[in-house]
Structures are given as structure tokens and as C-alpha cells.
T-cell receptor, first 109, second 113 residues
Framework: TQLLEQSPQFLSIQEGENLTVYCNSS?????LQWYRQEPGEGPVLLVT?????EVKKLKRLTFQFGDARKDSSLHITAAQPGDTGLYLC?????????FGTGTSLTVIP | DVKVTQSSRYLVKRTGEKVFLECVQD?????MFWYRQDPGLGLRLIYF???????EKGDIPEGYSVSREKKERFSLILESASTNQTSMYLC????????????FGSGTRLTVV
């Protein structure tokens, strides 16, 4: 089992603030994905990053894969209440993805 | 709209009962997975399947079994439910290869009393 640690575990911020969440591992992954899970629902894929150093943007969300492909970050600009949810990273090893424990984000209006 | 459908959103079962959790996907995906999700522990893989009638143990298979008789359907079976199996159960599917993501169902929140 590959271990992916996410930090912080919980984050509560005001609407309009910026934030960054982290996903770290000692393992090298061929790709890494980020999901968002809303209460009572299953996780939904946001992005896949494949190349070391790769940066992808999805509106106000910026995802970066570490150069060594062991870590990743998710930066949200001007957070909105609709960004509230559990953010999960998942690293690919072989034909399987291993999930982190998640960062629970609450954006207060 | 493609989807993964889990048969129940909420279930309450008694200790010792045999419990069936059903999952159906309409995307013709080869891979299917069962996870349980508990606070502070993240998603833990119970079983997965890469093909019909094929199954592989994940990280926490004890107390569970699975069945995949058809490509679109993957069932999780709790042989004799126990209170420590109270959890959110998530089914997911994916294509065989590439970096396609998992498509998850909405989950089944199981309570064993």
C-alpha cells in the first residue's frame, strides 16, 4: 500500500481567501489525480497530472505535480462557498490508484 | 450521462446478517472497485476486478467477498455483518489502461446494529 499524506486535514477559510493543500508521498507515481467529494456523494475527478513539474489550471484551481513525481499541490484562488468539500489526491502505481486521507475544506460566506 | 449506480444510499442491518451491496456501471469499463471510507482513514480498497469473474483482494478484504458475473455489475458481500463494518461504501469503475480517472457511485452508508 502506498501512503499519501495530505495536509492540512481540515481547513476553514473566509470567502475570497486563497489556500493551498498538499499531497506528499515517499513513492514515485506515474500520474496523480485530484478529486473533490461533496457531502453524501462520491468523489468526482478534477484533474490528472502526468509529467513531473506539470501545472494545470481549472478556473480558480491550480494543480502542480512535483518534479520528482512524489508530491502535488492544489491552490485555490478567491475561494467560494461552492468549493467546500473533501479534496482527495490519488497516485497511480501500476494499474491502480492509491488515495490520500483527504483535506476537508469549508469556505464560509 | 454516464454513471455508476449503487443500489442503496442508506442501509441498516443487524449483526450477523448477510449483506449485499450492488453496483452497476454503464460505461463498459473493465475495472471495478469497492472501497470503504471512514473518517481519518481515507478510502481503503476492499476488492477490485479487472474482468468478468475475476477478483483481487485489496488492502482490507477480511469479512468481505465479491461477485462479478457480468461486466457491468460488481457486488460486495458482507458474509456476516459486524458493527465494525459500519461505514460508507463506495463503488468505482475505470478503463483498463491510461490515466483515466475513477468514476464513483454516490455511496452506500451502511449501519450495522
Amino acid at each position: 500500500t502506498q501512503l499519501l499524506e495530505q495536509s492540512p486535514q481540515f481547513l476553514s477559510i473566509q470567502e475570497g481567501e486563497n489556500l493551498t493543500v498538499y499531497c506528499n508521498s515517499s513513492s514515485v507515481f506515474s500520474s496523480l489525480q485530484w478529486y473533490r467529494q461533496e457531502p453524501g456523494e462520491g468523489p468526482v475527478l478534477l484533474v490528472t497530472v502526468v509529467t513531473g513539474g506539470e501545472v494545470k489550471k481549472l478556473k480558480r484551481l491550480t494543480f502542480q505535480f512535483g518534479d520528482a513525481r512524489k508530491d502535488s499541490s492544489l491552490h485555490i484562488t478567491a475561494a467560494q462557498p461552492g468549493d467546500t468539500g473533501l479534496y482527495l489526491c490519488a497516485g497511480r502505481e501500476g494499474n491502480q490508484f492509491y488515495f490520500g486521507t483527504g483535506t476537508s475544506l469549508t469556505v464560509i460566506p | 450521462d454516464v454513471k455508476v449506480t449503487q443500489s442503496s444510499r442508506y442501509l441498516v442491518k443487524r449483526t450477523g446478517e448477510k449483506v449485499f451491496l450492488e453496483c452497476v456501471q454503464d460505461m463498459d469499463h473493465e475495472n471495478m472497485f469497492w472501497y470503504r471510507q471512514d473518517p481519518g482513514l481515507g478510502l481503503r480498497l476492499i476488492y477490485f476486478s479487472y474482468d468478468v469473474k475475476m477478483k483481487e483482494k485489496g488492502d482490507i478484504p477480511e469479512g468481505y467477498s465479491v461477485s462479478r458475473e457480468k461486466k457491468e455489475r460488481f457486488s460486495l458481500i458482507l458474509e456476516s455483518a459486524s458493527t465494525n463494518q459500519t461505514s460508507m461504501y463506495l463503488c468505482a469503475s475505470s478503463l483498463w489502461s491510461g490515466n483515466y480517472g475513477y468514476t464513483f457511485g454516490s455511496g452506500t452508508r451502511l449501519t450495522v446494529v
